[in-house]
C-alpha cells in the first residue's frame, strides 16, 4: 500500500509540466541499512537523498544528460538509468536486495531490463559449472543460444517502448559483453582442470577477441564489461605461462599480477580503464609482497605508472606499511595494547610457542563470524599454536573494548595496535589486511604473511610453523 502512494505521487509529479531539467527519484526501501541513499555518475557524486523512519524517501536531482548512474545504499549498490525530467521509484528489500529491486515511473522498462539482466548473468556462474565439462564446441554453441535469445528480448521490448539510441546501445554491450566473459571464464575452468583439453579451444572460440574494444569509456561503470576485461586479463596471463612452461594458476602470486599489470599497460589505451586496473593490481600486488626485492619492483612500477599524485602517495603508503609484514622480518619486538589497555611486547605474547595472529573488522561481521568458525576448528587440531586475534579498526580504545563486549570474543585473546603520531596517518591502510593470519615462530620472525582463511595450503602452513 505504501509503495502505492509513492507511485501516485509520481504520477502527480509527471502530469505537471516540468521547466527545469531535474528529475524526481523517490520510492521505499524496506529493512534499511544506512540513514541515506546516494547517487554517483562516473564515480562523481551527484546527490544524496535522506531516507524517513517509514523508510521512504524523494528528492529532486539535477541530472542534465541521459546516462547510466549508480545508486549505493551501504553496503549495497546497483546502476540506474537516468533522463533529465524523469519521475522514477524503485523499491527494495536490502535482505535480498538485487532480487527484490523493481522499479515503476519514466525509464522503469530500461531500469527493469538492466535489473534482470544483472540476475540473468549472475546465474552465468551456475551455467559455466553446468557445463564446462562439455567440449568447447558445444558450449559455444550453447553461449550463441543465450546470446541470441537476449537480444530477441531486447528487440521485442524496443518495438514496443522505442528505447533511445544510447539505452539501446548500452544494453546490446551488456549483453555482448557478457556473452564474451562467459567464454573466458569457461576457457581458464578448462586450462586449470582439464589442461589435455586446451588444445581443443581454437582461435575460432576467441573469434570475438579482435572485436573488442578493450577502451570503451562509455562502459567503464558496467560490471559486465569491466569482469570480462579482468577475466581477459587473466586468460592472457595463463595462456603466457604455458608458453613458458610454467604452472602459473596462482592468481594471487606475485609474478601472476606483475605480469597483468604489463598487459594492462600494453592493452588499454584510455587512461580511465587503465589507470583503474593498474591502481586494483597495485593495491593486489602490494599484498603479496614477500620480501625487499619485490618491494623495490613494486616501488618502481608506482613510480611509473600514470596514476595521480593522490594515488601514488595512496599506493606508496600502503607499500611502506606493507614493508613491515615482509617474510622473515623480525617482530618481537613489535607492540601490542591488552584488553586491560596494558602494553605488551610480542616476544611476551609468544611465550616460545609459535603464534598466529589473526585480524579482524567490526565492518565485516561475515567473514568475523567465518574466522571464528575456522578458528574454532585449528585450536583444536593445533594446541601447540597460539592463536590470537588483533582488531584493526579503532583508534579509540573504549571503542574497541565495547566492540570486544558486543562480539563476545574473549578479551583474554584480543588485541589492538599501537601506532605512533607519525604511523597514525598509515593505518587506514590496513584495512588491506582484514581477515589474514600472521604466523610467527617462537624465536619472533614472521614465517608467512598476509595468509587468506581460504588458502588451500593453510593447514601445510601451520605445520610448517611447527616444524
Not at 115 to 133: A, P, Q, T
Not at 276 to 299: D, G, P, S, T, Y
Not at 374 to 396: A, C, H, M, R
Request: contains cysteine; charged residues 25%; glycine residues 2%.
Amino acid at each position: 500500500m505504501r509503495f502505492l502512494v509513492i507511485l501516485l505521487a509520481i504520477g502527480l509529479f509527471s502530469c505537471k509540466k516540468n521547466t527545469r531539467e531535474d528529475t524526481y527519484l523517490g520510492g521505499e526501501i524496506i529493512n534499511p541499512l544506512d540513514s541515506i541513499i546516494t547517487v554517483n555518475h562516473n564515480n562523481a557524486f551527484i546527490d544524496s537523498i535522506r531516507i524517513n523512519k517509514d523508510g521512504r524517501f524523494q528528492k529532486r536531482l539535477n541530472i542534465t544528460n541521459e546516462g547510466i548512474y549508480t545508486f549505493s545504499h551501504l553496503p549495497e549498490w546497483q546502476l540506474l538509468y537516468l533522463n533529465p525530467n524523469d519521475s522514477l521509484a524503485f523499491r527494495v528489500n536490502t535482505r535480498e536486495f538485487d532480487e527484490s529491486l523493481t522499479f515503476s515511473g519514466t525509464s522503469s522498462v530500461e531500469n527493469n531490463f538492466l535489473i534482470n539482466m544483472y540476475l540473468m548473468n549472475e546465474k552465468n556462474d551456475d551455467l559455466i559449472l553446468s557445463y564446462y565439462k562439455i567440449h568447447p564446441k558445444s558450449f559455444a554453441h550453447k553461449t550463441d543460444s543465450l546470446k541470441n535469445h537476449r537480444i530477441n528480448q531486447l528487440n521485442d521490448l524496443n518495438e514496443k517502448h522505442d528505447f533511445s539510441e544510447y539505452f539501446l546501445n548500452v544494453a546490446q554491450k551488456s549483453i555482448l559483453f557478457e556473452y564474451y566473459d562467459m567464454r573466458e571464464r569457461y576457457a581458464f575452468l578448462i586450462r586449470k582442470y582439464f589442461p589435455k583439453r586446451s588444445d581443443d579451444i581454437t582461435d575460432q572460440f576467441f573469434s570475438y577477441r579482435n572485436e573488442v574494444n578493450f577502451n570503451d569509456e562509455t562502459m567503464l561503470f558496467h560490471i559486465g564489461y569491466m569482469r570480462f576485461l579482468d577475466n581477459y586479463l587473466k586468460n592472457k596471463s595463463i595462456e603466457h605461462c604455458q608458453l613458458k612452461n610454467k604452472s602459473c594458476f596462482t592468481l594471487n602470486s606475485f609474478s601472476n599480477i606483475k605480469y597483468r599489470l604489463a598487459l594492462a599497460d600494453s592493452i588499454f589505451t584510455n587512461t580511465l580503464i587503465k589507470n583503474k586496473f593498474h591502481k586494483r593490481l597495485l593495491e593486489e600486488e602490494i599484498l603479496h609482497i614477500k620480501n625487499k626485492n619485490q618491494l623495490a619492483q613494486v616501488e618502481k612500477i608506482i613510480k611509473d605508472c600514470q596514476l595521480s599524485d593522490v594515488d601514488k602517495k595512496d599506493l606508496k603508503s600502503s607499500a611502506n606499511l606493507q614493508s613491515y609484514f615482509l617474510e622473515g622480518r623480525f617482530v618481537g619486538d613489535e607492540t601490542l595494547i591488552t584488553s586491560n589497555l596494558d602494553k605488551i611486547k610480542m616476544t611476551d605474547l609468544i611465550e616460545n610457542r609459535p603464534l598466529v595472529i589473526t585480524t579482524w573488522s567490526n565492518f565485516s561481521s561475515a567473514y568475523l563470524n567465518l574466522r571464528e568458525s575456522i578458528l574454532s576448528d585449528l585450536k583444536q587440531k593445533y594446541p601447540e599454536i597460539k592463536f590470537v586475534g588483533v582488531n584493526i579498526d579503532y583508534l579509540n580504545e573504549n571503542q574497541w573494548l565495547a566492540s570486544l563486549k558486543k562480539l563476545e570474543l574473549n578479551p583474554k585473546f584480543e588485541f589492538n595496535l599501537e601506532f605512533s603520531e607519525s604511523e597514525l596517518p598509515n593505518k587506514k591502510y590496513l584495512k588491506n589486511h582484514i581477515n589474514r593470519l600472521f604466523m610467527i615462530t617462537k624465536k619472533g620472525y614472521l614465517k608467512f604473511s598476509n595468509v587468506s582463511f581460504s588458502d588451500k595450503n593453510l593447514e601445510s602452513k601451520l605445520l610448517q610453523l611447527l616444524n
